[in-house]
């Protein structure tokens, strides 16, 4: 299939494809005698792989990391998170690395939050006397 087509059944764009190849997470498609990109099921499987690793969180340096192991998962695997043993998404030093910058990003943001909250209270009100009975 040409590439409207492959993006169209991965679910991205042309571009994204064109891009995953640029960065070495697709290898280079066949070509037609007229030279336009021509992809089949397989590299359809791998780009839908490498859209939810990237929706996960991973960046697209860390999906090249482990972009030899991209032809054991599947979509469905990652979802429900029966990943085989040693591959990327499970107890890799990639994973471990992304989720430690999260861990420090969501730190980050929350004490930034917490500044802001702070800094946007209105000021305590001054307590007022009882009023006088009798």
Not at 7 to 35: H, I, K, S, V
Not at 97 to 114: F, H, P, S
């Amino acid at each position: 299939m040409r590439i409207g087509d492959a993006a169209a059944a991965a679910g991205t764009t042309p571009r994204a494809l064109r891009l995953y190849e640029q960065r070495g997470l697709l290898p280079p498609p066949d070509r037609t005698p007229t030279g336009q990109r021509r992809y089949g099921p397989d590299d359809v499987a791998r780009v839908r792989v490498v859209r939810e690793l990237l929706a996960l969180g991973l960046t697209i340096e860390d999906v090249r990391a482990c972009v030899d192991r991209l032809p054991l998962l599947d979509v469905d695997a990652i979802r429900s998170r029966r990943v085989p043993e040693g591959v990327c998404v499970r107890a890799s030093p990639v994973v471990s690395r992304r989720l430690a910058a999260l861990d420090a990003e969501i730190a980050r943001l929350t004490r930034q939050r917490d500044e802001l909250a702070a800094r946007s209270a209105p000021p305590p009100h001054p307590e007022t006397p009882a009023a006088a009975t009798g």
